[in-house]
């Protein structure tokens, strides 16, 4: 198993600028042969990965994304490993409805052989979002 697998559920939390998606970036290079889906808020940060195998790249389709977490929920996962929000608050913005599927995600994640990694702005996380965190990082500017 990588490290990152090992490091569980992953939430970066830091200001705009600071490093999240090149985070998130450095995350995808790792697990680029593992089952995933993808979200990023604007529909172009991750794009990329597009090319990687065992990829479902949804940009910034929100409702087509939110549509493939409820059918991971009903459908008991057996083929996806990671979830991958770039930018939870502005998925959440677009969606209004992410919150419970994700506080359900993050409690279930090993009942459905998940784990997650989702970044947002400085304080823009529920607060019981990251006692589900098993690593949580946050990122500050360096000037």
Excluded at 37 to 43: H, L
Excluded at 63 to 84: A, G, P, Q, S
Excluded at 107 to 125: A, D, T
């Amino acid at each position: 198993m990588n490290t990152l697998g090992r490091l569980g559920n992953i939430m970066i939390e830091g200001k705009p600028g600071v490093g999240k998606t090149t985070l998130i970036e450095y995350y995808l290079k790792e697990i680029k042969n593992k089952n995933k889906i993808v979200c990023d808020s604007k529909g172009i940060d991750l794009y990329d990965c597009i090319d990687y195998p065992n990829t479902k790249y949804y940009g910034n389709n929100f409702d087509e994304f939110y549509d493939e977490l409820i059918n991971l929920i009903n459908t008991n996962n057996k083929r996806v490993t990671y979830i991958i929000v770039d930018d939870f608050f502005e998925v959440e913005c677009m969606l209004g409805k992410t919150k419970e599927l994700f506080d359900y995600l993050f409690i279930h994640y090993k009942k459905h052989n998940v784990k997650l990694i989702v970044s947002s702005q400085v304080r823009c996380f529920y607060p019981n979002m990251k006692r589900y965190a098993n690593t949580y990082i946050k990122l500050n500017s360096t000037y």
